[in-house]
Nanobody, 123 residues
Framework: QVQLVESGGGLVQAGGSLRLSCAAS????????MGWFRQAPGKEREFVAA????????DYADSVKGRFTISRDNAKNTVYLQMNSLKPEDTAVYYC????????????????WGQGTQVTVSS
């Protein structure tokens, strides 16, 4: 069974940076497209970023484009989300997920989900 565990969340000041990690069991990162989603209090879970199995193609939500970078390390079986210039509206629980199909912006495309890690950005 594929298991995903997020880490790296925490409290950061606006304008600061955090790097989230998602460690996967088995050969997940190199075999599946990977995505990051987030859910803020009182809001629906939304797409943040995705990367295909080869790492060549990436996609970002407009709200994070230019600030966040998704990457993967197949040798470590880990996917990352580098978050820079953080804003209070980035506060949410962040989830990583593994997908076996497209489109990667759709939650329904993902088969496996982590438990999430809290990111809080203070003003």
């Amino acid at each position: 069974q594929v298991q995903l565990v997020e880490s790296g969340g925490g409290l950061v000041q606006a304008g600061g940076s955090l790097r989230l990690s998602c460690a996967a069991s088995r050969r997940t990162v190199s075999s599946y497209a990977m995505g990051w989603f987030r859910q803020a209090p009182g809001k629906e879970r939304e797409f943040v970023a995705a990367i295909n199995w080869s790492g060549i193609s990436t996609d970002y939500a407009d709200s994070v484009k230019g600030r966040f970078t998704i990457s993967r390390d197949n040798a470590k079986n880990t996917v990352y989300l580098q978050m820079n210039s953080l804003k209070p509206e980035d506060t949410a629980v962040y989830y990583c997920a593994a997908s076996g199909r497209s489109p990667l912006r759709a939650q329904s495309s993902y088969n496996y989900w982590g438990q999430g890690t809290q990111v809080t950005v203070s003003s």
